[in-house]
């Protein structure tokens, strides 16, 4: 669909975002398909990455830095007894190892250990920027460089199922957790390495991802219908449970 012209009130849109497209790309389709001038999102997904995208349009833009800093969830799996290069599926397997006879008690086991307060080092790979430069530009280039450990607190690290060598997870998590480096960090706790197989976000401050709208759907709406579908402003401040 393409408009001429299109206000669309201030406030949030939810997308369910499908593996492939980046964030950036999503926030370019709303652009283009309604002739909305200022959107932005609040929180990246990873390419491969599917889940809740929370998209922010007209002046509700000015809340993106507030909204970046809610807590979310994410399910995913994780494969046991190889790691990337970074930290996920997408990278390049740069050691194998075998996998211990692990049950799932044991693995829940070591899971727990990684709630509460704790610094993580960022991946490489990453969005994070140095003097400008983000750092999966660098590391395309074979450079790593010194990166600062960032806080994060882990309200639930679940494991729900393990066929080896694939585990399933939930994390409840704050902002800026890196679940890849969780992934990587549970895989060397284990001595085995592992990577993250698969992710998709679930839960980001109060709103969740079975109240979003595909983005195959997204782009078929009548300008009224997708105006049903914008959180207004003044909805934006509370939280959720995690």
Avoid at 16 to 40: E, L, N
Avoid at 49 to 66: D, F, N, P, Q, V
Avoid at 69 to 80: A, E, M, Q
Wanted: hydrophobic share 40%.
């Amino acid at each position: 669909m393409s408009m001429n012209e299109f206000n669309a009130p201030a406030g949030a849109l939810l997308i369910d975002k499908p593996a492939g497209p980046t964030s950036h790309d999503i926030v370019h389709t709303v652009r283009q398909c309604y002739r909305i001038k200022k959107v932005g999102h609040c929180g990246t997904l990873d390419p491969a990455a599917t889940g809740l995208l929370i998209l922010l349009l007209g002046k509700a833009t000015k809340l993106s830095e507030k909204m970046m800093s809610d807590d979310k969830v994410y399910v995913g799996s994780i494969k046991l007894g190889e790691t990337t290069n970074t930290f996920d599926a997408e990278g390049e397997i740069d050691e194998t190892k075998p996998v211990p006879d692990l049950t799932l008690e044991a693995l829940q086991e070591t899971a727990t250990a990684f709630l509460g307060d704790q610094m993580q080092l960022p991946p490489m790979v990453s969005a994070i920027k140095i003097e400008g430069t983000p750092l999966y530009k660098l590391a395309r280039k074979g450079i790593e460089i010194e990166r600062r450990k960032r806080f994060i607190h882990l309200y639930k690290f679940i494991i729900s199922e393990y066929e080896p060598p694939h585990a399933w997870f939930k994390v409840a998590c704050t902002k800026g957790t890196y679940v890849r480096t969780l992934a990587h960090d549970l895989g060397q706790a284990l001595d085995c390495g592992a990577h993250l197989a698969g992710l998709r976000r679930t839960v980001s401050g109060q709103f969740k991802v079975n109240t979003a709208t595909r983005l195959e759907d997204l782009t078929t709406l009548s300008p009224n219908d997708l105006i049903k579908r914008i959180v207004p402003m003044h909805r934006l401040s509370s939280t959720a449970e995690l």
